[in-house]
């Protein structure tokens, strides 16, 4: 394959998923009526010695879009709240949300493994508002580094990231981001067992080799470990809020009314939860 002439940069041993919702928003800034626009998705995908076009048309990138987007809304609606508010992203991949909806005065942090920091330093540098930090979520060594530099409140983002950590692991994030910042605001994505025993047959997985080890049938299981702790929001991509539904292109509209009818386990058992740790 060519290489880019600005970058050059090559895949490596970088887990090829966090590619996935990166296309998947590349793609969508193309679209006339986009359901986010990011054009910096475009610039990392043009900069990647990688072939893309194996997950052209898969539907799976529209529901990455759709996921970004509610995660994007969920952390503006806090940073209305919380303007000088610190952010963190655990699993960052090359997510590039901090140009969407930072708000100027918010703290950031893009939180992953060394190799996939290795990568986003290509891209991105360091600010006094934004830092890299470089360990596994398991790591409590993060979270030290993150009330070293900032002071709250919080809101920790693990977009497409709990899924592939096993249940015991799960839990002890869970217990690591109550304990060190109780109150904060957690959004996550689960995956119920219908799909992690079929995602072999997954549309994207299918495709790479990292795979889901956490079945989660029901997101209240949280409140179960963790007492006290409250589901805020918990959607499929066929039951969006209102507000995003009513503002996406009529395109997406149509599509998702007709997946809320058919109700497919594939979409059921996935879904996107907002939650406050106590």
């Known amino acids: 394959m060519a290489e880019n002439?600005?970058?050059?940069?090559?895949?490596?041993?970088?887990?090829?998923?966090?590619?996935?919702?990166?296309?998947?928003?590349?793609v969508e800034n193309s679209k006339p009526e986009p359901a986010l626009r990011d054009p910096r998705a475009e610039e990392l995908v043009a900069s990647i010695d990688y072939d893309f076009t194996r997950f052209d048309g898969l539907p799976s990138l529209t529901g990455t879009v759709?996921?970004?987007?509610?995660?994007?809304?969920?952390?503006?609606?806090?940073l209305a709240a919380h303007p000088a508010g610190s952010v963190v992203e655990i699993g960052t991949g090359l997510n590039t949300r901090?140009?969407?909806?930072?708000?100027g005065q918010a703290r950031w942090f893009d939180l992953d493994l060394p190799d996939v920091v290795d990568l986003r330093q290509t891209f991105f540098t360091d600010s006094p508002r934004r830092t890299m930090i470089a360990s596994s979520v398991t790591d409590g060594?993060?979270?030290?580094?993150?009330?070293?530099?900032?002071?709250?409140?919080?809101?920790?983002?693990?977009?497409?990231v709990l899924p592939f950590l096993t249940e015991s692991e799960v839990r002890g994030v869970i217990d690591l981001v109550a304990d060190r910042f109780p109150g904060s605001l957690l959004a996550l994505d689960t995956a119920g067992p219908g799909i992690v025993d079929h995602q072999n047959?997954?549309?994207?997985?299918?495709?790479?080799?990292?795979?889901?080890?956490?079945?989660?049938?029901?997101?209240?299981?949280?409140?179960?470990?963790r007492p006290g702790t409250q589901i805020l929001a918990s959607h499929t991509l066929s039951s969006?809020?209102?507000?995003?539904?009513?503002?996406?292109?009529p395109a997406y509209q149509d599509m998702l009314s007709g997946l809320a009818t058919q109700r497919l386990p594939q979409v059921e058992e996935y879904r996107l939860n907002l939650v406050r740790l106590s």
């Open 201 to 225: 047959q997954h549309d994207a997985l299918s495709k790479v080799e990292a795979r889901m080890a956490w079945a989660c049938a029901d997101p209240s299981r949280l409140s179960d470990w």
């Open 98 to 103: 901090f140009e969407r909806v930072d708000n």
């Open 240 to 249: 969006l809020p209102p507000r995003m539904y009513d503002e996406l292109p």
């Open 66 to 78: 759709l996921r970004t987007s509610l995660f994007d809304r969920w952390i503006a609606d806090f």
């Open 5 to 26: 002439t600005e970058y050059g940069v090559q895949l490596g041993t970088v887990q090829e998923t966090l590619l996935i919702p990166l296309y998947g928003r590349a």
């Open 141 to 160: 060594a993060w979270a030290d580094i993150v009330t070293a530099h900032s002071d709250g409140p919080y809101f920790l983002a693990a977009e497409a």
